[in-house]
């Protein structure tokens, strides 16, 4: 039932009934929050509809939607850097699919959880599934909860990462990055001359993609306002996720918890999801988001 959306609407909202003052911009950001408000009620009672956007096409930005168990990708975040059809697999995998892997996790994290696979509001988790799941998630919070934001700037400390308000995301960045690193596995021992690099070379590559796929500069103020938000800055989503990687530090020959010594690795049994889509991005598009079966969930 979980589907997925891709460039944009087949039928863009548009505002017929509205005139624009190219003068007055709050007045007309106050007539399309009006507009859009009144069409979301008119949906109560209505069947949902899963082609449905919440962004455009021109917006760099992908979700997963719980209300109809669908993860949606623009047309804009399909571009380069983020994603370039002739990239090598590795970096396609290392970047986007990633990407993908994260929305796909939400609709198993503490969020998606509550839903089932129509979208309905319907906790699916036992009462011993939820307390494992609760009882694992402690050492996320932990660990995100113990780094400090910086400046970018001048170094300077400006806060700590809320772990329990980041925990969705955070549970997605690591679930989605150890799928996205299966389904590359998967993908070089299935079809033949995938790569051109070494074994070796290639998956480097993937983590590095990784690495600048969450690259950003930030302000101060902007990293001001991150430390309220659900998603943290990159570098820390991007440090929690290797540091939790027992592929990363297999890849870089690294010991396990030597950046680290008094920090365990954080698995959650969201991280375990068995996902068959053995193809998720790659320079041929009959790849794109292959499945071969079922998503199965275990626990480590």
Same mark, same amino acid.
């Given at each position: ?6 460039? +944009?609407?087949? !039928? ?15 007045? &007309?950001? %106050? ?29 760099? !930005? ?5 209300? =109809? ?6 047309? *804009? ?8 059809? &002739? ?13 993908? +892997? ?7 994290? &503490? ?7 129509? +979208? !309905? ?35 300077? @400390? ?19 990055? %150890?799928? /996205? ?12 001359? /995938? ?15 990784? *690495? ?5 500069? &930030? ?22 996720? =290797?540091? !939790? ?42 790849? @794109? ?10 626990? %480590?």
């Amino acid at each position: 039932k979980f589907s997925h959306l891709l460039g +944009g609407p087949k !039928n863009p909202k548009t505002y017929p009934t509205l005139t624009f003052d190219p003068k007055a911009y709050i007045a &007309n950001l %106050n007539k399309v929050s009006a507009f859009d408000t009144a069409f979301e009620l008119a949906q109560i009672d209505t069947a949902k509809d899963k082609q449905n956007w919440i962004i455009t096409a021109q917006t760099v !930005n992908q979700y997963y939607d719980a209300s =109809v168990n669908t993860i949606v990708f623009s047309a *804009a975040t399909l571009q380069p850097p983020n994603y370039d059809a &002739n990239a090598d697999p590795s970096v396609s995998y290392g970047g986007m699919g990633s990407n993908v +892997g994260h929305e796909i996790t939400h609709g198993f994290d &503490n969020l998606g959880s509550n839903y089932d696979g129509d +979208g !309905n509001f319907r906790p699916w988790w036992t009462d011993t599934v939820k307390e494992t799941f609760d009882e694992k998630t402690k050492c996320f919070i932990e660990q995100y909860g113990s780094m400090d934001v910086k400046s970018e700037l001048s170094g300077a @400390l400006l806060g700590k990462l809320d772990g329990k308000l980041t925990l969705g995301e955070t549970i997605a960045d690591n679930g989605g990055l %150890n799928a /996205a690193y299966r389904a590359y596995r998967d993908y070089v021992d299935t079809v033949a001359d /995938a790569t051109k690099y070494t074994k070796e070379t290639s998956e480097k590559m993937f983590w590095i993609a990784h *690495a600048q796929f969450r690259c950003e500069k &930030n302000t101060d103020e902007y990293l001001q306002i991150l430390l309220t938000d659900e998603h943290p800055p990159g570098r820390y989503r991007l440090i929690g996720a =290797v540091q !939790n990687s027992v592929d990363f530090a297999n890849v870089f020959n690294c010991p396990v918890n030597t950046h680290e010594p008094d920090q365990e690795m954080c698995i959650v049994g969201i991280v375990s999801i068995r996902f068959e889509w053995v193809w998720i991005f790659v320079p041929n598009p009959q790849y @794109l988001l292959r499945s071969k079966g079922q998503h199965k969930f275990q626990w %480590n």
